[in-house]
T-cell receptor
Framework: KQEVTQIPAALSVPEGENLVLNCSFT??????LQWFRQDPGKGLTSLLL?????REQTSGRLNASLDKSSGRSTLYIAASQPGDSATYLC?????????FGTGTRLTVIP | ETGVTQSPTHLIKTRGQQVTLRCSSQ?????VSWYQQALGQGPQFIFQ???????GRGNFPPRFSGLQFPNYSSELNVNALELDDSALYLC??????????????FGQGTRLTVV
């Protein structure tokens, strides 16, 4: 069974800092990997989808990388802002579902 | 804006009661998946519906059941509610079938509290 791990569980940084969130998965036979943002008590907002054939995907200040062979993905956030404070989740697809990590709770301090 | 809508947003039920949660999928999507998210945890897969048929199920008991309608909207029904059913229930919409690399879009969730 696929297992997804996210480290660290929580991260606190001053505004303006660049940061990296990590995601690892045990089964490298994946079609894609998706990063989500979740505000407290809210649903998931899709940030980036990386196909298995890609190594990187960028959207604004966000850059996600995927290394299937090592079972890892990173989400890089440049010039962090207080509005980036949220929980970030990564997910990989199974046969008909997504396997999620437990997320990294990010706090950006003004 | 994802276009996936869930109702209601919040709900309080008594142990033993039954509840129905609703989800409208994004236009053009034929697949709806339901997830349960306990506080501080990642979402856990309940089941998926593709073109009105159940297309996979997670490790949830039979008192969790669902439906998908011809317009691809969906319902999640939970019978004999237990205190541990208190969670955020998330609906995800995607384009299924032969499209394997598609993005999943989530609704805002329904917060269920069982007392």
């Amino acid at each position: 069974k696929q297992e997804v791990t996210q480290i660290p569980a929580a991260l606190s940084v001053p505004e303006g800092e660049n940061l990296v969130l990590n995601c690892s998965f045990t089964d490298s036979a994946i079609y894609n990997l998706q990063w989500f943002r979740q505000d407290p008590g809210k649903g998931l907002t899709s940030l980036l989808l990386i196909q298995s054939s890609q190594r990187e995907q960028t959207s604004g200040r966000l850059n996600a990388s995927l290394d299937k062979s090592s079972g890892r993905s990173t989400l890089y956030i440049a010039a962090s802002q207080p509005g980036d404070s949220a929980t970030y989740l990564c997910a990989v697809p199974g046969a008909n579902n997504l396997f999620f990590g437990t997320g990294t709770r990010l706090t950006v301090i003004p | 804006e994802t276009g996936v809508t869930q109702s209601p947003t919040h709900l309080i039920k008594t142990r033993g009661q039954q509840v129905t949660l609703r989800c409208s999928s994004q236009s053009g999507h034929n697949t709806v998946s339901w997830y349960q998210q306990a506080l501080g945890q990642g979402p856990q897969f309940i089941f998926q519906y593709y073109r009105e048929e159940e297309n996979g199920r997670g490790n949830f008991p039979p008192r969790f059941s669902g439906l998908q309608f011809p317009n691809y909207s969906s319902e999640l029904n939970v019978n004999a509610l237990e205190l541990d059913d208190s969670a955020l229930y998330l609906c995800a919409s995607s384009l299924g079938g032969e499209e394997l690399n598609t993005e999943a879009f989530f609704g805002q969730g329904t917060r269920l509290t069982v007392v």
